[in-house]
């Protein structure tokens, strides 16, 4: 079983927007974890998007997406969002949501991941 399952990538146009969902199919997420999304582009690696810590707290913005994605929770459900605006051809990845327990922007930190959804954006 995916301890992390994404949903909610497209082909969009730029400027458009997206939403994508992070749910833990393990069930709870404790109030210890950090939730990240990082996205893969082709022929490039992986790279820290953003995070936040599930106990509360300021979010964490890579700077290419910062003041147009936001990342949010949900706790009733364990799920993270990360709401994507203004969408940018540059944006176009796989993007992965990850489960850790230190506020990291390096993937390496992070143990759980989901198996990733694409988001293409077309200018």
């Known amino acids: 079983q995916v301890p992390l399952v994404e949903s909610g990538g497209g082909s969009v146009q730029a400027g458009d927007s997206l939403r994508l969902a992070c749910a833990s199919a393990s069930g709870r997420i404790y109030t210890s974890s950090v939730m990240a999304w990082f996205r893969h582009a082709p022929g490039k690696e992986r790279e820290f998007v953003a995070l936040l810590r599930w106990r509360g707290g300021s979010p964490l913005y890579a700077d290419s997406v910062k003041g147009r994605f936001t990342i949010s929770k949900d706790s009733a459900i364990n799920t993270v969002y990360l709401d994507m605006n203004s969408l940018e051809r540059e944006d176009t990845a796989i993007y992965y949501c990850?489960?850790?327990?230190?506020?990291?922007?390096?993937?390496?930190?992070?143990?759980?991941w989901g198996q990733g959804t694409q988001v293409t954006v077309a200018s």
């Open positions: 990850a489960r850790g327990s230190q506020d990291a922007t390096d993937r390496r930190e992070y143990t759980c």
